[in-house]
């Protein structure tokens, strides 16, 4: 391709051919570009596993503020992403649409990060409220100036419908190994029980060397994904040049790019499912303190599974996308994840579950611990491969808006999915905030002296709710409408505008 704009402003007008044969997408450059998803990792479980907890039993905040306070920084992100995602749809650099915003991220994500976790601790809560909103915004909007360009990418680095399956395996493999490893980390050697703090997890330092840790990590993590990949940048869909436009006629063209059938079901899918999703990751941590009365050693052992759950899913999302096709197959294994994951609660209601108390034979090892291990192991393996099937459903709508529109609109789609994973960590928490006010569950207690009715009324309360939220995503998910055969052809097609669009670029009619 010459790079000469199409009369559409389209497809002939984003490509530039790089100088020699394109690079090869092997196993280590989707290695490499998923790498940077390390970062969202760490913020992600930060946000998901530690924020409510942290703010609310150490801090001091009220439940209902810290999900108030989550929430408020979330509505004002909405009027972010989709900006940025625009931005970087329609940005020419010579390092092209994306990669500049990646670069410029990493130090705002670390500093932010850092400050999150390093709040005021004297200030009244009025003002430690405040505090939490803007420090929210501002981690929310720099992670969004990295994640929407650099996920965009997995559009941009292949059209091939199993392939992508792939990409976007390694962005899940490696989200998860950073921010599992810290959390471990976090559990088995920053929450030290002191004479001053003998729960370990109401340890206020072990989240301040938790901050500092994470900082670094998402700094490097970044850097390393942006220049690992920045070699690909002269093959990559380049922005058109194009003359300024009104407001108006802007947002006309980001309505009609989004106003399509399978964004919009994938939008509501993840919306629904983010919201489930948050909720479990923000009670999870109340659900290993306080019903299974673990230590955080123990508690990150159980976190454990998520390793081998992530890399089985790496190698089973293709299998499943060539088999049974990503529809079909991630609503299936969404359903089974959800299942497996309430076994052991359902368990307990019945009082069928082995005691907190009762150990492996003369072992020191609760005997909870295997089978908690074994379910988490068999629920990460159906969840996470049902994540990245959806996910890759996302990445198949960029050449289905493209036939419809001229326009490649990676980054407005992929903003509205940094938004949609935002809700895991800002509706999720809101939502996992009322119920702990539903329960009046109480604030600063320990394990033994919260009442098992309370227990009980917690987790008959929290099920439904997250069951409800899954099986509502599952059946929108029914409406996406596109399949591989479709989605070959769209490309075909594509691809032969492009070409009979060069062709009359250079041989022009007399």
């Not at 399949?483 to 060069?502: D, G, L, N």
Request: with cysteine.
């Amino acid at each position: 391709m010459t790079g000469i704009e199409a009369p559409s402003g389209g497809r002939l007008g984003t490509h530039v051919a790089g100088e020699g044969p394109r690079p090869e997408v092997s196993t280590a450059v989707r290695a490499i570009y998923g790498f940077g998803s390390i970062a969202f990792g760490i913020k992600d479980n930060g946000f998901r596993v530690f924020l409510l907890l942290f703010y609310n039993q150490v801090v001091g905040l009220p439940a209902a503020l810290v999900a108030a306070a989550v929430m408020t920084a979330m509505l004002i992100d909405c009027l972010i992403d989709p900006v940025i995602g625009h931005v970087s749809d329609n940005f020419r650099s010579k390092w092209g649409r994306r990669h500049p915003f990646m670069y410029a991220s990493a130090l705002p994500v670390a500093l932010s990060f850092l400050l999150l976790w390093n709040p005021p601790f004297h200030w009244e809560q009025a003002h430690l409220f405040w505090y939490l909103v803007v420090v929210a915004v501002i981690v929310r909007t720099f992670i969004t100036l990295y994640e929407i360009p650099s996920s965009s990418m997995s559009a941009e680095l292949t059209t091939d419908y199993t392939e992508r399956s792939k990409i976007v395996g390694w962005r899940y493999f490696f989200g998860w190994w950073g921010g599992l490893t810290l959390t471990i980390a976090m559990f088995w050697f920053l929450m030290k029980a002191t004479p001053e703090h003998p729960v370990g997890q109401l340890n206020p330092e072990a989240y301040v060397k938790y901050g500092y840790i994470g900082a670094v990590l998402m700094f490097l993590s970044i850097l390393i994904s942006a220049a690992g990949t920045h070699r690909f940048i002269p093959w990559m869909p380049q922005a058109p040049v194009r003359e300024k436009r009104p407001l108006s006629a802007v947002a006309r063209e980001v309505f009609d790019t989004l106003n399509i059938r399978p964004f919009l079901t994938i939008t509501a899918v993840g919306l629904v499912a983010s919201i489930a999703t948050g909720v479990g990751f923000s009670l999870a941590f109340y659900i290993s303190t306080y019903v299974w009365e673990l230590t955080p050693f123990w508690t990150g052992v159980l976190q454990i599974d998520a390793y081998f759950a992530s890399a089985a899913a790496l190698a089973a999302a293709p299998l499943m996308t060539r088999h049974s096709g990503k529809k079909k197959a991630g609503g299936v294994l969404l359903v089974f994840s959800v299942f497996i994951g309430f076994l052991p609660l359902i368990l307990r209601l019945m009082g069928i579950f082995p005691d907190n108390g009762d150990m492996v034979g003369d072992t020191k090892i609760p005997e909870i611990v295997p089978w908690l291990f074994l379910d988490g192991l068999v629920r990460g393996v159906f969840g996470i491969t049902a994540s990245i099937l959806i996910t890759a459903m996302l990445t198949d709508v960029v050449e289905y808006s493209e036939q419809r529109t001229g326009r490649r609109s990676e980054g407005l789609f992929f903003a509205f999915t940094s938004l949609i994973q935002k809700a895991v960590s800002g509706v999720g928490v809101m939502v996992a905030g009322w119920i702990l006010a539903v329960v009046a569950f109480p604030v600063g207690s320990k394990p033994s002296e919260v009442p098992p009715e309370t227990i009980a009324k917690l987790l008959m309360v929290y099920m439904p709710v997250v069951g409800g939220l899954y099986l509502l995503s599952v059946i929108i998910l029914q409406a996406y409408n596109i399949t591989k055969e479709s989605h070959e052809e769209t490309v075909r097609e594509i691809e032969a505008r492009a070409q009979a669009a060069e062709d009359g670029a250079t041989n022009p009619s007399p």
